[in-house]
Every structure is written in C-alpha cells, then in structure tokens.
C-alpha cells in the first residue's frame, strides 16, 4: 500500500528565506507527483505537477523534484514572503488517476 | 479556476439523515473524484468516476455511494449518515489532454453529523 510522508509537519521561517519542503513515497510505482497548496478554511490549489518521467518542473519561485527511484520529491520556494504561509500537500498519482495525499507541512513565513 | 462548483458549501444534518452532495463541472472531464479530508488523516480518496455511469470505490468507501448520469455532475450520497462522516468533502476533476493528468479541487463542502 502506498504511503506518503511529508516532513516537517511544521516549519517558520523568516521572509527572504530560501526553504525545502520534503515529501517521500514507498512505493516507486507512480504516474505523477503533484504538490498543493491550501489556504485555512479553502481549497486545494494546484502548484506543479511532475510526470513519472520527469525530473523536475519550475513555476515562478517554486521549484519542485521528483526521484523515483529513492522515492522522493522536494519543493524548493526561492525568496519566502508572508503571501506563502499556507499548508503544502504532496500528492503522487495512481494508474486511474486517484492521489494518495500526504498530511501536509504547514508552513509560516514571519515578515 | 476549472470550473467547478460543490453544493451544498455548508451543511448539518442529524444521524441516520440521507445527505447529498453535488460535484458539478463545465469543461467536459472524463474522471471525477470524490475525497474526504480530516485531521489527522489527511486527504482520503472515497470514490472515483472515469464516465457516465462508470464509477468505483476509493480507500474510504464504506457508507458511501455515487452516481454519475451527465459527464458534468458527480453526486456523492450518504445513505445514512454517521458522526464519523463529519469532515470536509472535496470534489476533483482531472485534466484533459495526452499527459495532462493534472488534478483540480473545488471549494469544498463542511458536513457536520450530530
């Protein structure tokens, strides 16, 4: 059964700061990797998706990796600001397209 | 925005209650999700659909059921609903297109069982 970690489940950092959030997988078998973000109280909204065959995908100052084989990903935010304080869940896809979520790592970014 | 809409946004209903709840989408996808989250537990997928009336179960599907008659709406019914099914209850579409399998959440619906 597919089990995803994401650590830490918390994190505060200072504004400017360059930080990495973690996420592993066990079983190396995916289709995608997603990473989400969610405001209290919102939704879910999509920040980058990485297919099975990439390596990595950019958008803006995020930066997210994906590594198979050791069953892992990481999601880079360049420049930290208060605007980013949120939740990031990492997701990795199955072959009907179903996500298995990990708990998330609520970060808080202080001006 | 990939046009999706949940109704109800908010809801409370008393145990034992038959409760609906309605994904409703504008842009023709093929699959819909339907997932709960909760604390501690995260996001859990509950039943998923990949057409009309072609549907299956999810990791938590037990005291659920879905129906899907027109590609754009996707219901989710609790047949007799338990306390257990408090949570928050996302509905998702994903993208379509070759290697597009990108996922789309709506805004949510807040159930709370008394």
């Known amino acids: 059964k597919q089990e995803v970690t994401q650590i830490p489940a918390a994190l505060s950092v200072p504004e400017g700061e360059n930080l990495v959030l973690n996420c592993s997988f066990t079983?190396?078998?995916?289709?995608?990797l997603q990473w989400f973000r969610q405001d209290p109280g919102k939704g879910l909204t999509s920040l980058l998706l990485?297919?099975?065959?990439?390596r990595e995908q950019t958008s803006g100052r995020l930066n997210a990796s994906l590594d198979k084989s050791s069953g892992r990903s990481t999601l880079y935010i360049a420049a930290s600001q208060p605007g980013d304080s949120a939740t990031y869940l990492c997701?990795?896809?199955?072959?009907?397209?179903?996500?298995?979520f990990g708990k998330g790592t609520k970060l808080s970014v202080k001006p | 925005d990939a046009g999706i809409t949940q109704s109800p946004r908010h809801k409370v209903t008393e145990t034992g209650t038959p409760v609906t709840l309605r994904c409703h989408q504008t842009?023709?996808?093929?699959?819909m999700y339907w997932y709960r989250q909760d604390p501690g537990h995260g996001l859990r997928l509950i039943h998923y659909?990949?057409?009309?009336?072609?549907?299956d179960k999810g990791e938590v599907s037990d005291g659920y059921s879905v129906s899907r008659s027109k590609t754009e709406d996707f219901l989710l019914t609790l047949e007799s609903a338990t306390s257990s099914q408090t949570s928050v209850y996302f509905c998702?579409?994903?993208?379509?297109?070759?290697?597009?399998?990108?996922?789309?959440f709506g805004p949510g619906t807040r159930l709370t069982v008394l």
């Open positions: 997701a990795v896809g199955g072959s009907q397209g179903n996500l298995i």
């Open positions: 079983d190396s078998a995916i289709y995608n």
């Open positions: 990485i297919q099975s065959s990439q």
């Open positions: 842009e023709n996808h093929r699959y």
């Open positions: 659909s990949y057409g009309v009336k072609d549907t």
């Open positions: 998702a579409i994903q993208g379509t297109g070759v290697g597009n399998n990108e996922q789309f």
